[in-house]
């Protein structure tokens, strides 16, 4: 029987073999019939799938990592189906991108494709998260549920306990082909190797410029280029702010694909907008989607009806043919995840703050934030100051960091106070005169760091965390080496990246040279300054409260001080405009330039803004700045407790042979 199936092999043909029962071969004596029922199997193609047809069939969504565990069901979310398939192999498309709001099922799409590649269409995938962190976090809690859950892929991932296994948390080797995952943080990560597939998630928090290396998408798709028309680049995120948002970026360079849905009354379709979703006044639980044709409203149990007979339609060209856009927000959530009702609520409670606003037009209409390009009145600044005594924190603030900005001829330092509801106080403004390569006005700078500020209540306080800019070229060294020396976890190296939609990131560690020597073991950390910038003109703008409305200070309220805001201080405060300019690569973009000569005052803002993020106090809830108000409301220390600590504290060692001493130079407007 072997020799005859081998014949047929060898000819073209293969035999007509009918179906065996399951465990029948087993009781069989003859391997030979076993033999060629395997052949058999082995030579039948496989199944013609598409990725949401694969995702029906094989997909098991376990607890772990899903609200609705079992089987997964394009049905649920019909709207994901051709975005699924513009993935798979069939398909003429490319790239791919979607731009989307929360909770409608975007990351299951992208979870759904992996685990097509790794059971149908074996070959090279990376997947990028925004950092190596996330990539990790991603891998335990999503891909490593995916395999497990789903017995399609099991079979052919090795389990990571098992030696030599090929399954790491960032590596996830299979028959034909290995998954790599990797952080948008890491260059290193991003060239590893050649990829035919590329999922990029949330591309919209992924840095700027990666290691002085250029933009990581660009970075990623280098990698995918020796394919030719077999790659395919899957791009997601909820988009961020207009004119700087990479996904908003790539949407608008496809076919902009909407989904269109018909109204249950009238038939006539149309893609959903914020604008017809309507409710009474104060009753969130009315809102209901009103058709742009007839008027009439379509209710919450109307969904499913609605999503089923969708379509999506293309509504402008593309300039790439093998490029598609697509665009949901989380009005087209389906029953029980988020409803028209609580969409309505929230907006309601985002009402007055500026950045919850924007966070519902980010994550829930999947929409850019148009920041306010003005810049704040400095003379509206300057007559809306407070009085309160020079060189004291006002009750109020809790907590002082200091932002340090690096000029060829001097240092500029501020110093500000926090508080619940993110306002803050400025407490005092310095510069200190001197050639920042010489080392005497970085130790007037140390001992301006050691100060205390006498608080409202009586107490001193310090400087919990300072930030130095180290972007100047010229003098990173100098600023790496005194952060070095005096840090001690309370003074950071900070520098600027545009592209970061935080107000901090992850620190890196850094290794130069200086006068030989090596200095190791240094993190520095990246600011988002365009992001704080645009914050603290936010913030800046704020109306002052009447005395007659009794109203408190409205949150991230920044207040002024007569005796330290001068007219020349508001003036820097409000020294640049956000203004749009064409790239390089043609698309529009965002950036900060200056209006005016100088602008420490807002430099300093920004760092001691990102120490105060570094000291995570945008994560304090009402119970720990309670508990720092409690702290100030205690009795503060009298002279002879303190000298009698001092007379118990061990003998200091000789001091050292004092300078002379530094003049500090306070400008006129200061004065």
């Known amino acids: 029987m072997l020799d005859t199936l081998t014949r047929d092999l060898a000819s073209g043909t293969l035999p007509d073999l009918p179906p065996l029962p399951p465990g029948l071969l087993d009781d069989l004596p003859d391997p030979s019939v076993r033999l060629a029922n395997a052949l058999r199997g082995g030579l039948r193609p496989d199944p013609d799938l598409t990725v949401s047809e694969w995702a029906d069939r094989h997909r098991i ?8 565990p079992g089987p997964y069901r394009t ?64 891998s335990k809690q999503r891909v490593d549920a995916l395999i497990e859950s789903t017995p399609a892929l099991r079979e052919r991932v090795a389990p990571a306990r098992s030696r030599d296994s090929g399954n790491t948390v960032l590596q996830k080797d299979f028959p034909g082909g290995t998954l790599v995952l ?19 998630d949330e591309v919209d928090a992924y840095p700027g410029d990666v290691e002085g290396e250029g933009d990581p998408v660009a970075l990623a798709e280098a990698r995918a280029r020796t394919f030719g028309a077999r790659r395919k680049t899957f ?15 790539e949407y608008l360079a496809t076919d902009q694909r909407r989904y269109f849905v018909p109204c249950p009354h ?41 999503f089923a007979a969708g379509e999506w339609r293309p509504t402008a060209e593309s300039a790439d043919p093998a490029a598609r856009g697509y665009h949901v927000s989380a009005l087209y959530s389906p029953i029980g995840w988020l409803s028209w009702a609580e969409i309505a609520r929230q907006w309601e409670a985002a009402q007055g703050d500026d950045r919850a606003i924007k966070t519902f037009k980010n994550t829930v209409l999947g929409e850019t934030w148009q920041e306010a390009g003005e810049a704040p009145d400095w003379q509206r600044l300057y007559d809306r100051r407070e009085h309160w005594p020079a060189g004291t924190v006002p009750m109020g603030g ?22 619940q509801d993110r306002q803050s106080w400025l407490v005092e403004h310095r510069v200190l005169a001197g050639n920042p390569f010489e080392g005497r006005v970085w130790e007037e700078l140390r001992l301006l760091l050691g100060e205390t500020w006498r608080h ?31 840090g001690g976890g309370r003074v950071i190296a900070v520098k600027g990246q545009d592209g970061l939609r935080a107000a901090i990131g992850s620190p890196s560690r850094v290794e130069i040279r200086r006068n030989g020597r090596d200095i190791r073991g240094l993190k520095v950390w990246p600011v988002g300054s365009s992001f704080l910038k645009a914050e603290t003109y936010g913030w800046l703008k704020l109306d002052r409260p009447t005395e007659e409305s009794g109203a408190p200070f409205p949150p991230g309220y920044v207040h002024l001080p007569v005796h330290a805001a001068s007219e020349e201080f508001c003036r820097q405060l409000c020294a640049e405009q956000l203004v749009e300019r064409a790239g390089r690569n043609g698309f529009r973009r965002l950036e900060w330039v200056k209006t005016r000569e100088r602008n420490e005052a807002l430099d300093c803002r920004v760092y001691a803004r990102a120490a105060a993020a570094a000291l995570r106090v945008d994560g304090w809830g009402e119970g720990r700045w309670a508990r720092q108000a409690q702290a100030m409301e205690r009795e503060p220390p009298s002279v002879a407790a303190i000298a009698s600590r001092v007379s118990a504290a061990p003998p200091l060692a000789p001091a050292r042979p004092e300078r002379p001493a530094r003049r500090v130079m306070r400008p006129s407007y200061l004065d």
């Open 182 to 200: 990797t952080g948008a943080n890491s260059a290193v990560g991003l060239r590893s190797m050649p990829a035919q597939f590329l999922f990029l």
């Open 235 to 249: 791009l997601v995120s909820t988009p961020t702010i207009a004119g700087l948002s990479r996904i908003e970026r």
């Open 398 to 419: 809790l907590l002082l960091t200091a932002g340090v900005d690096v000029q060829r001829d001097r240092l500029e330092c501020s110093v500000w106070a926090w508080g």
């Open 75 to 138: 049905a649920r979310t019909p709207y994901l189906r051709e975005i699924m398939d513009a993935l798979s192999p069939r398909s003429a498309a490319q790239r791919v991108v979607f731009m989307k709001g929360a909770q409608i099922g975007g990351s299951e799409a992208g979870n759904n494709w992996l685990g097509y590649i790794i059971a149908c269409a074996p070959a090279s995938v990376m997947a990028v998260q925004p950092t190596v962190e996330l990539a990790k976090r991603f």
């Open 266 to 306: 009238c038939g006539h379709m149309q893609w959903l907008r914020w604008e017809n979703l309507r409710w009474e006044k104060g009753a969130p639980e009315t809102a209901a989607y009103h058709c742009e044709e007839c008027g009439a409203a379509a209710r919450e149990a109307d969904k499913p009806a609605m």
């Open 61 to 68: 969504l376990n607890s772990r990592s899903s609200a609705e």
């Open 456 to 486: 409202a209540s009586g107490h001193r306080l310090p400087i919990a965390m300072a930030a130095i800019d180290s972007g100047d070229g010229m003098t990173t060294a100098e600023v790496y080496a005194f952060v070095r020396r005096v």
